[in-house]
Nanobody
Framework: QVQLVESGGGLVQAGGSLRLSCAAS????????MGWYRQAPGKQRELVAD???????SYIDSVKGRFTISRDNAKSTVYLQMDSLKPEDTADYYC???????????????WGQGTQVTVSS
């Protein structure tokens, strides 16, 4: 019913930048919070940053000042600009969206397939 398609991962040297994108499509009435999670090998998935539909933003402490989350509501897309990347940022990054479905008006939590980010030292 809802698809989230991510792009923008890859391999970058420490200090470099990457921009992740995630576009939502399907039977969508509205989208509330959109966010980015990451999961490093052997670790639990953690919320990196999220943004509400009225623009309120939160970040985990380890990325504050380096990562910037934004969204384009007209395109149902969320972005994560990652600057000054560190090896510890290496992980699979997942997009998440809290979506209200078009017909049933139920809320569902949708996930992207994940995109790999590798930061070399």
């Amino acid at each position: 019913q809802v698809q989230l398609v991510e792009s923008g991962g890859g391999l970058v040297q420490a200090g470099g930048s990457l921009r992740l994108s995630c576009a939502a499509s399907g039977s969508i009435f509205s989208i509330n919070t959109m966010g980015w999670y990451r999961q490093a090998p052997g670790k639990q998935r953690e919320l990196v940053a999220d943004i509400t539909n009225d623009g309120r933003i939160s970040y985990i402490d380890s990325v504050k000042g380096r990562f910037t989350i934004s969204r384009d509501n007209a395109k149902s897309t969320v972005y994560l600009q990652m600057d000054s990347l560190k090896p510890e940022d290496t992980a699979d990054y997942y997009c998440n969206a809290n979506v209200r479905l078009l017909v049933s008006l139920r809320y569902v939590s949708a996930w992207g397939q994940g995109t790999q980010v590798t930061v070399s030292s």
